[in-house]
């Protein structure tokens, strides 16, 4: 089966993100002439450049492509890569998941023995031991507030009607029959939740796939973190827009604007204490975001 990894550069603003992800394409188990991976570059970054020119001369049995995108949108991205990906099967890589070795193998696995155009393969990103550390970071994950699911305590009932551009596998006529990713989502949020509610009404769902892990190094913050919020809340506007009829979980956030906001507690607060600070500050980010978009629209 031919594979086309698909790889969209997002925003590192805060510089937070340690990745080797082009040696992790490297040590792939897959045959490296049966798969391709395209990089899209929406942010000119020289040092992309460079790190692909030493992949491509290293390893050039690897069919690999970098393309170059006016737009920074993952959606916009990744609909690039698809429109010109020859494998039948799209692996969709968020570029601060290094996948593990058998991560290609493993999805390629899932779709021949599951040969089903509506079915599509879901890898977890989780953060690697020493990040977790991180009081913050280690809540982050385990609460699910990062990527809508608590990850490491779901693998083993995981919800089929789950998926996201981060780590997920799909048939490429499945992808281009519900039209990619909608381009009208300029910010890296939503934008493969509202591509997922199309493609569960065409009768699509989802499988954990065990071997397609990836490790996500990206030393998240809660500045960062923050930050991100308020532009999901711009996104999460598009998205109420084009699907008003969804049960939007944010609608109860965004009407608590008279709420008292709690001070940054002391260093040695309970970690009770610091999560219900965290959610605040994350709530109030993502409602900025979200008023500030209806205020410009």
């Not at 260093?267 to 009770?272: L, P, Q, T």
Request: charged share 20%; glycine share 6%.
């Amino acid at each position: 089966m031919r594979v086309s990894l698909i790889v969209a550069s997002e925003p590192d603003v805060f510089n937070h993100k340690q990745q080797n992800f082009f040696a992790s394409v490297a040590a792939q188990t897959y045959p490296h002439d049966a798969f391709e991976v395209i990089f899209v570059d929406g942010q000119a970054k020289a040092s992309t450049s460079r790190a692909f020119a030493e992949f491509r001369q290293q390893h050039p049995a690897i069919s690999a492509s970098l393309l170059s995108c006016p737009s920074p949108a993952r959606a916009t991205q990744n609909n690039m890569a698809a429109a010109q990906a020859d494998g039948e099967l799209l692996v969709f890589l968020a570029d601060d998941f290094d996948p593990s070795p058998g991560l290609i193998a493993a999805y390629a696995e899932y779709h021949t023995l599951n040969p089903d155009l509506n079915a599509v393969g879901i890898g977890p990103g989780l953060f690697p031991d020493n990040f977790r550390k991180d009081s913050f970071t280690r809540w982050l994950e385990d609460s699910g507030k990062i990527f809508g699911i608590p990850m490491r305590r779901i693998l083993a009932v995981w919800p089929k009607t789950f998926f996201y551009a981060g780590n997920s596998s799909i048939k490429k006529a499945k992808f281009h029959s519900l039209g990619g990713f909608d381009e009208r989502f300029l910010n890296d949020a939503w934008d493969d939740f509202e591509f997922g509610v199309r493609w569960v009404a065409s009768g699509g769902y989802s499988q954990f796939v065990a071997g397609a892990t990836a490790a996500h190094r990206h030393a998240v913050s809660f500045d960062e973190r923050c930050r991100n919020m308020e532009h999901a809340g711009k996104a999460a506007r598009v998205l109420e827009k084009l699907h008003p009829n969804l049960d939007h979980a944010w609608r109860t956030i965004i009407h608590r604007d008279n709420e008292l906001i709690r001070p940054s507690p002391e260093a040695n607060a309970s970690m009770h204490t610091w999560i219900a600070f965290y959610v605040q500050q994350m709530d109030a980010a993502f409602r900025r975001g979200y008023v500030g978009a209806d205020k410009a629209g």
